[in-house]
């Protein structure tokens, strides 16, 4: 008869030292993660106080570190729309994508136009888009999308910008691209005449 601790280790012990381990592991972990998170928001604070925007124009137009940037204007867009501003050209091109910089860039732009008029400054890269891009399914869906969100917001301006969206897709040679049309069917209003569109 073995008798409890005696001879080998049961596996009750086993496990109950590998688990005392394993917790202790996990709260360096926890206090290095903490340490970790301060520093960061120590440099990000400095970084903002600096001059950031030439730094992060480069990154988004380079494609280096471009998740980074977006990650770091989620977090501080509503609170710095000067800096989100200033990147509007960038952060455009960024939301032509439907994978993660598509997402994190579209929502960094509808937080800036919870603040911001930006209907004057998206309109020419909007048009540009639907000139260069109109048979580019990715592209057309992406626009939508970004065009979709400000018009949520009740944006007039977004709501004229998703009426020359349909036109350009609908006159698409692609027929993917005329299908999407379909997806977002037009809101009271949304499909006025060209000329309504004051350019």
Known sequence: MRWFGSGEDSG???????YLEADHVRFIVEERLREAEEERA????RLLGSDVVPVLRESLRA?????????LLR??????????????PELYECCLSINKPGIWGREVVRTLAAS?????ELAPLVDRTLRDEVSDVF????????????????DIGAT??????????LASPDVDVREIA?????????DAPAAADGD
């Open 139 to 154: 592209a057309m869906r992406a626009l939508v999308m970004l065009l979709d969100d400000l018009d949520d917001l009740d």
């Open 12 to 18: 009750g012990e086993r496990l109950w030292r590998a």
């Open 116 to 120: 911001v008029a930006l209907h004057d």
């Open 63 to 71: 494609g280096r570190g471009s998740l980074a940037v977006l990650n």
């Open 160 to 169: 004229a910008l998703l009426a020359r969206w349909r036109r350009a897709v």
């Open 42 to 45: 120590e440099i990000r604070k």
């Open 75 to 88: 977090e501080v867009g509503a609170d710095r729309p000067d800096v989100v501003h200033a990147l509007l």
């Open 182 to 190: 379909e997806e977002y069917p037009v809101a009271d209003g949304a």
